[in-house]
């Protein structure tokens, strides 16, 4: 079992800055992949920002220049610094995490509870 647990979310004026966080436990062998997706009311589940093992990046077009998303492997955390934040960012954030286990050695797929963000004056 992996657990993600995010942090960071709350009020902002249009114009704001945020930094969720998003802490990995469990067994784990290995991290691969690690995302942040958003869900606004009425709307699918989309993704906003990702990071390999390898630190690389990628973001959905509608964040580019704005969010930054990193980790920090020692710790099992990841980070999405948003900055420029609007009104239309407003959303739950979830955290997902894919990899491998401990022992008994298989992958996993998993997501934090989701948090907050509303953006508005």
């Known amino acids: 079992q992996v657990q993600l647990v995010e942090s960071g979310g709350g009020l902002v004026q249009p114009g704001g800055s945020l930094r969720l966080s998003c802490a990995a436990s469990?067994?784990?062998?290995?991290?691969?992949?690690m995302g942040w997706y958003r869900q606004a009311p009425g709307k699918q589940r989309e993704l906003v920002a990702q990071i390999t093992s390898g630190s690389v990046t990628d973001y959905a077009d509608s964040v580019k220049g704005r969010f930054t998303i990193s980790r920090d492997n020692t710790k099992n955390t990841m980070y999405l610094q948003m900055n420029s934040l609007k009104p239309e960012d407003t959303a739950v954030y979830y955290c997902?995490?894919?990899?491998?286990?401990?022992?008994?050695?298989?992958?996993?797929?998993?997501w934090g509870q989701g948090t907050q963000v509303t953006v508005s004056s």
């Open positions: 997902n995490s894919k990899g491998w286990t401990g022992w008994p050695r298989r992958e996993y797929d998993s």
């Open positions: 469990g067994s784990i062998f290995a991290i691969n992949t």
